[in-house]
């Protein structure tokens, strides 16, 4: 606990006095306009001056009526973390999970398009990596194009995949899975190119000598020694993947999943769903990447990698 919870603990703690503390002159002008309109008296008293005054200085002025109004307003600029953390309960605890106002469910509709996205990521790198290792031509030429193809932002791309998608008739799942492809193959691509060269010099001559194939090279070593890599690549993978789905929902006007969530709070000024949102996204990583470090400690302990 000393060494791994008080720190994570202590970190905890300060961002949120930060994050409380940053409610404050962000939210002073809304705080001090409130206070009028319930009859408050604050200072200065022309409506006129308190919209051409900053925030910070509406704070300073009306210390009071700031402190006291900014953790409770329906549309906070900055909203506070107990804001967020009710809207959190509120979205998962207290609707049905298939209700479309429910976090989990339109958590799911994303996590669908994220997951399928990262299988075809994965896959289709694992099967380039193999090719720029065993081919010098592919090295030459597919590795660059897939470094350059990582520098176009995505969400310049994600409407065009899907425009073109839809002139086919292809919508729903696939085009937002595509784009989470896009964004996944890259690190697992050159986590496996890394880990399927990492066998040095030596130990492929031993199979030299015991006159292995390339096959039995590869799966007897290669495949083996890139098991560490390609696991941390799966990582940065399925928090890209869902990026990419997020994205993906964005251009579509979608009803559902956690960007249809974002955009909603966004039209209409709920800035307190748009952080609810946006934390549901990021548990939704922490435990996907979470589920891949149980599947690798078990495959690496299998494999007598680590103990």
């Known amino acids: ?8 603990l202590t970190i905890v703690t300060a961002l949120l006095a930060i994050w409380y503390l940053a409610c404050v002159p962000m939210n002073a002008a809304q705080s ?26 509406l704070a300073v002025l009306n210390p009071g009526v700031s402190i006291t109004r900014a953790f409770t307003q329906d ?14 309960w509120a979205t998962t605890a207290m609707v049905a999970p298939t209700s479309n106002k429910s976090l989990i469910y339109h958590a799911w509709v994303t996590f669908s398009a994220t997951l399928t996205g990262f299988v075809i990521g994965t896959v289709l790198g694992i099967l380039l990596a193999v090719g720029i290792v065993h081919s010098r031509v592919m090295d030459r030429s597919i590795l660059p194009w897939a470094i350059v193809s990582q520098t176009v932002p995505i969400i310049a791309i994600a409407p065009m995949i899907i ?67 390609l696991f941390a690549s799966l990582k940065i993978g399925i928090a890209a993947s869902l990026v990419g789905a997020i994205v993906g929902e964005l251009p579509t006007g979608a009803v559902a999943g956690l960007g249809a969530r974002l955009l909603a709070g966004s039209y209409y000024g709920q800035t307190v769903q748009i952080w609810s949102a946006l934390f549901a996204a990021a548990i939704l990583a922490a435990l996907a990447v979470g589920v891949i470090g149980v599947i690798e400690r078990a495959a690496l302990n299998r494999m007598g990698l680590r103990r």
């Open 1 to 8: 606990m000393r060494h791994t919870g008080l720190p994570v």
């Open 32 to 57: 001090v306009l409130s206070a009028a309109r319930a009859d408050v008296v604050v200072r200065p008293e022309s409506p006129r001056d308190r919209r051409e005054m900053s925030g910070l200085a």
């Open 75 to 88: 549309r906070p600029r900055l909203p506070a973390p107990h804001q967020v953390a009710t809207e959190l």
């Open 163 to 229: 425009v073109v998608l839809y002139s086919i008739g292809v919508q729903g799942l696939l085009p937002k899975a595509i784009i989470s492809a896009y964004l996944s193959f890259f690190p697992v691509v050159v986590g496996m190119v890394k880990g399927l060269r990492s066998p040095d010099a030596m130990q492929l001559d031993l199979l030299r000598t015991y006159a292995a194939s390339g096959s039995k090279t590869f799966f007897k070593l290669r495949l083996p020694a890139s098991t560490p890599y």
